[in-house]
């Protein structure tokens, strides 16, 4: 087992984590911010339907950017899982279950994203809709979307809440980046109570970035210190430690 474990050096698991933390990012904001905001007008459905039929071809583009960003966040959170490992095995295999519900969902929720073009597509089976009543749909689909990819970010506060605290408890990264996702862990645990949520979330978002930004660069630049994380990890694996 300790072969095993030294075979991999935890500064390319550090290394993989930042740049897959980085892609993440950087396609939620073009997908969401770039494509999605530009289109999807709230609460007008005439326009919203109109804006999509007229760039179908970008609304497509920010689905599969919002698919490409989910597989990035999944290998993300498990090789996260590999990293913190030696700080706490159960706490981490913890904020993997949560993490990897939170990409489920996510991911479902990106089946009402695309919808409205099916719902928006003049088949001959939805003639018995009228226009109103398809456009009206194809919001409301947008809102289900956001409804959903908000209760995954509830789930997304347990894993970063967790892994915060394995980072603050780890002897192989810097306490304060611990702190900063303990903070945005907290911050996205308001969406149990979406209108909370939706209320705080500029404040969340500036507290989120800070703590992310601080991860990668860390990550990318420093990596870990491989002679403590070797040692925790030895230490776990030879007294079980929890």
């Known amino acids: 087992m300790k072969t095993q474990i030294s075979e991999i050096s935890p500064q390319v698991y550090a290394r993989v984590v930042g740049i897959l933390y980085l892609f993440t990012i950087s396609a939620g904001i073009i997908a969401q911010m770039g494509i999605s905001n530009g289109i999807v007008v709230v609460d007008d459905a005439a326009t919203t339907a109109s804006n999509i039929l007229a760039n179908r071809n970008l609304f497509q583009l920010g689905f599969t950017i919002y698919l490409l960003e989910m597989a990035s966040q999944i290998a993300q959170t498990v090789i996260f899982y590999m990293l913190l490992k030696p700080a706490g095995r ?119 970035l800070i703590g992310s930004i601080s991860q990668i660069l860390w990550l990318l630049t420093k990596g870990v210190r491989v002679e403590q994380w070797k040692r925790q990890l030895r230490q776990s694996f030879g007294t079980g430690n929890r």
Not at 176 to 193: C, H, R
Request: net charge neutral; proline share 4%; aromatic share 14%.
């Open 90 to 208: 159960s706490v981490s295999l913890l904020a993997l279950f949560f993490g990897l519900v939170g990409c489920i969902i996510k991911t479902v929720s990106r089946l009402f994203y695309i919808a409205p073009l099916l719902v928006l597509g003049e088949a001959h089976y939805l003639d018995v809709f009228t226009l109103d009543q398809l456009q009206a749909l194809a919001l409301l689909l947008l809102k289900v979307n956001d409804l959903a990819a908000g209760m995954a970010l509830a789930f997304f506060g347990f894993s970063t809440l967790l892994n915060g605290f394995l980072i603050f408890r780890s002897a192989f990264l810097p306490r304060i980046l611990g702190i900063l996702s303990i903070l945005g862990g907290f911050g996205w645990l308001t969406f149990l109570y979406p209108p909370l949520g939706n209320q705080l979330l500029p404040y969340i978002l500036v507290i989120a």
